[in-house]
């Protein structure tokens, strides 16, 4: 038994068919390539309509599909919001893979094939409760570091939505004042401390760095990339602190692009949260960096397909 994963990111669009117990069985990495609106959707559809005709010729078993998506996934309606694809305000992304389902296969398995999706904020932390480094913790945090920022939260083994499905934006975190017009498009917190925020914090010193190469300029002793990479450290200790005083979670799992080469800063990052978090729940929160790395929003995508309650099903799992 099987299910079909898909992980809509910033550039990309990763695919797979993974086993019930958590072993993936084929994988695919397509490009966007500047694709909006319905032909970002056709993107999806083909690739769910490819990994189908693949299990069926390896006599795989298919029980459902999973999609993990940037922005909001509005679980009354499957619509989604996708702040990096235009026409995607909310856009109707279950109705369009079932459509596609249907047309392809009939009845042979469209109507015992559930289609679930979910924001990536969710699916990173699922995926990291079902096979990553939150596996038997009902109270943890994932903080995605990349293009942008954003939390899946985990609290007494089930996800946070919030009201609206938009908990976990964590980007508009206020970690500074006074308030600046530059954080109305994407909030304080992402403005200074993601990979983008980054890159910019460079072009104000007048370096045309991106995230990889600051981190490689700090490594080789650069005064002006460690001046960025410390103040980067200040607003992430200071946002980790926050979600240990609110949450008081078992863990914080860092993720994300940028928590490939940052990911040596944590225990720095840890030092500076300990200034400013609630003293009892800092001393009992263990700082950690992502186990499963780039696949964590596709094995939290496999995670909804297998088991719909994901939210409460993954952490004992």
């Known amino acids: 038994m099987a299910v079909i994963a898909l992980d809509l990111g910033g550039t990309k669009l990763a695919s797979a068919i993974i086993s019930d117990r958590g072993r993936i ?7 966007l390539e500047g694709r909006q609106g319905k032909a970002a959707g056709r993107l999806i559809c083909d690739e769910v309509v490819a990994l189908l005709t693949h299990a069926q010729a390896k006599h795989t078993r298919i029980t459902g599909i999973g999609v ?56 990173h932390i699922l995926g990291e409760a079902w096979r990553g480094n939150a596996k038997g913790c009902s109270n943890a945090i994932f903080l995605a570091v990349g293009t942008g920022i954003g939390a899946g939260i985990m609290v007494g083994g089930k996800v946070l939505n919030g ?30 401390a993601s990979g983008n925020g980054l890159a910019k914090a460079a072009r104000q010193l007048r370096k045309d760095w991106r995230a990889a190469e600051i981190f490689a300029s700090f490594d080789t002793g650069d005064p002006l990339a460690k001046e960025i990479v410390t103040s980067a450290i200040q607003y992430w200790g200071m946002a980790g602190a926050n979600l240990v005083s609110l949450f008081d979670p078992e863990k914080i799992i860092f993720g994300g692009g940028v928590f490939g080469p940052a990911r040596k800063f944590i225990p720095a990052i840890y030092a500076e949260a300990k200034r400013w978090a609630q003293p009892i729940a800092i001393k009992q929160v263990n ?31």
Request: positive net charge.
């Open 25 to 31: 069985l084929r994988h695919n990495v397509v490009l």
């Open 68 to 123: 993990s998506v940037p922005g909001i996934s509005y679980s009354k309606t499957g619509r989604v919001w996708a702040p990096n694809i235009p026409g995607w305000s909310r856009y109707p992304l279950k109705r369009e893979i079932e459509t596609a389902v249907s047309r392809h296969f009939q009845a042979r398995i469209s109507g015992n094939l559930p289609v679930n999706i979910a924001s990536d904020r969710a699916c």
């Open 163 to 192: 009201a609206h499905d938009v908990a976990g934006a964590v980007g508009w975190m206020a970690l500074e004042r006074p308030f600046r017009r530059e954080y109305v498009r994407c909030g304080c917190f992402e403005f200074h």
């Open 287 to 317: 700082f950690c960096s992502s186990k499963l790395g780039a696949d964590a929003g596709l094995f939290g995508a496999a995670g909804i397909a297998l088991r719909p309650r994901a939210c409460s099903a993954l952490s004992n799992a």
